[in-house]
């Protein structure tokens, strides 16, 4: 890019026509904008084919439009009389989410330390959980949240398990990786006052990853309460439930309290959650 | 015998030789400062008297006891009796003064019991003695970062007399100090070494701030001992050896000096 700038620069070059930083970016110049068009027609290309191919076009747009229409005006007004009902179910959707993220987060904490090469030097070690961390996280929250109704039937534990396994992953990933960045210095005069591993671990370790670690830890909590609003969609409990059921029996004026409602509780949790973790960092 | 180096020799990894065949003895009590150019293996050999370095081959004993053999809570022990003091100050810095200095306590006690957090009353008290002795006890429950960079370096002296070590070492402390903070944190160290007898150990690359502070002066070269002796023997023609050519200017801290080595070569 910087290459690109000089070239382009009149000032810079006159006095010197057979710069051969100028032959070398002229010579780069070309074959990168073909390549930049290349890369974008294929982005196209791809584009195209695929929504052809699943049958997603724009047409489908155009004649789904005036059906939202129909959606908006048969929600609105909204089922204000709904709201004592789902206030409940609500309340248990919050838990579900802050069980889960808590839950998830006090496991990830060993983890993120046998991950972390400068904490756990054997790769014995850091290695099969770092696998396992990815693992974990390859899997979708509602794909979880299936598997375990499917084991401990319907109801909030299978969807607070779910979260619980989400929030390990993501947790202990991005722990690991702030562990991995720390200041090697109060660790260095830890070892040197005599501290044990643990105390090394408490001393050096805790004061200097606690901040992010509590930031990742609200940061997965808004993720959290989210997923949990929909949990109930495959039966994990929480408010997914009536909303599905809802929109089985096109009440959309309910459905559209519950999504008034979920939408204001997320947004509470996101702005108290966004204002801590500006303070922490 | 405070420390004892035999045949002490480190290779790096990547073949880089840091120390080479070292023979040293140090007696209780002495303010040992090592110079040499950079790279000739000062850290090196300092790190290796409390093991943040593993040495290729040799020992070194530390009141009679092989830290190079030891392991485990042995190794915890003697590292316990040694303070370190490092050139960025390494504290904590999101935590208080106090809580710093305490720290160095750990060795005192089990990791359960540190797990729990709480220290002793006895360890507050010597923790706050610790911070008296280097005239910062009122900083005590500021937090660490909120500290200029002298007084930042005096907690961490406090830290090692908090350890109740009877050797300190110091790696540059004073490199990121300004000249005025340089003299008072040389003095801290000069007045513990004197009032409680802690043998003491400091890397230097001011060669004026040497010859004011030490009693053994040990010149190091390309991991080699080249110079052990007194501030008195320890002339600019000594020097310009250890430095494998004349001193120059930037070697020292005070500048008015500088015009009188002008003048000598
Ligand atoms: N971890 C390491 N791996 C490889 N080589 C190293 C390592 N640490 C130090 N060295 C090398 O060992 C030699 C001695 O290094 P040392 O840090 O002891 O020098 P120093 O005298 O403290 O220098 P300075 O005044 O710059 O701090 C140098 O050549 C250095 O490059
Ligand atoms: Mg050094």
Not at chain 1, 42 to 60: K, N, R
Not at chain 2, 92 to 113: A, E, Q
Not at chain 2, 186 to 202: G, K, P
Request: include cysteine; charge should be positive.
């Amino acid at each position: 890019m910087r290459l690109d700038i000089k070239s382009t620069n009149p000032t810079s070059t006159p006095s010197i026509p057979s710069s051969p930083n100028d032959s070398i970016s002229n010579a780069l110049d070309k074959p990168r904008r073909g390549k930049r068009i290349a890369t974008w027609m294929l982005f196209i290309v791809i584009l195209v084919v695929c929504s052809l191919y699943i049958d997603v076009t724009p047409y489908q747009l155009f004649v789904g439009l005036p059906e939202m229409g129909v959606l908006l005006k048969e929600m609105f007004p909204p089922d204000w009389s709904y709201l004592p009902t789902i206030w409940a179910p609500t309340l248990q959707t919050i838990k579900i989410a802050v069980a889960g993220t808590i839950l998830g987060a006090i496991p990830a904490i060993p983890a993120a330390l046998f991950s972390a090469n400068n904490i756990t030097p054997f790769k014995s070690v850091s290695l099969p959980i770092r696998t396992l961390l990815n693992l974990v996280r390859t899997v979708p929250d509602l794909l979880f949240a299936a598997v375990f109704v499917a084991v401990f039937g319907i109801g909030p534990f299978a969807g607070m398990l779910a979260l619980l396994f989400f929030s390990f992953g993501i947790i202990a990933k991005l722990t690991y990786e702030t562990v991995e960045a720390i200041d090697p210095g109060p660790l260095e005069a830890m070892t040197a006052v005599g501290a044990t591993r643990i105390q090394l671990i408490v001393f050096g370790v805790i004061p200097q990853a606690l901040p992010a670690f509590i930031s990742y830890l609200l940061y997965t909590f808004e993720i959290n309460i989210r997923a949990a609003t929909v949990l109930g969609f495959v039966g994990a409990g929480g408010i997914g439930l009536l909303l599905n059921q809802s929109l089985g029996l096109f009440r959309y004026d309910r459905a559209a309290t519950i999504i008034i409602l979920t939408l204001a509780v997320v947004l509470i949790i996101d702005n108290a959650s966004t204002r801590i973790r500006r303070k922490l960092l | 015998m405070m420390i004892e180096l035999r045949q002490v020799s480190k290779t790096f990894p990547n073949g880089t030789i840091g120390l080479k065949d070292i023979n040293l003895k140090i007696q209780t009590g002495e303010f040992v400062v090592i110079v040499g150019l950079s790279g000739a293996g000062k850290s090196t050999l300092l790190r290796s008297i409390n093991r943040l370095i593993d040495v290729t081959s040799g020992d070194i004993q530390i009141h009679g006891q092989s830290i190079t053999s030891a392991s485990g809570s042995r190794l915890r022990a003697i590292r316990r009796n040694i303070g370190m003091i490092f050139q960025s100050f390494n504290l904590i810095k999101r935590t208080t003064v106090l809580n710093n200095v305490l720290s160095g306590r750990v060795g005192y006690h089990s990791t359960l019991r540190t797990l729990l957090g709480s220290f002793p009353k006895r360890d507050v008290e010597i923790a706050l003695t610790a911070l008296e002795r280097v005239n910062i006890r009122e900083k005590a429950y500021i937090r660490a970062d909120q500290l200029s960079g002298g007084q930042q370096q005096r907690v961490s002296i406090a830290r090692a007399l908090a350890q109740e070590a009877t050797i300190i070492l110091a790696d540059e402390p004073v490199a990121s100090l300004d000249p005025l903070t340089t003299r008072q944190v040389m003095d801290d160290l000069q007045r513990i070494n004197r009032e409680l007898n802690i043998t003491t150990i400091v890397n230097l690359h001011f060669i004026d701030l040497a010859r004011d502070y030490a009693t053994r002066i040990i010149g190091l070269r390309a991991g080699e001992i080249v110079f052990d002796g007194s501030v008195g023997e320890a002339t600019d023609e000594i020097l310009a050896e250890i430095y494998g050519r004349p001193v120059k200017a930037d070697e020292f801290l005070d500048t008015s000096r500088e015009m009188q080595v002008v003048g000598v070569t």
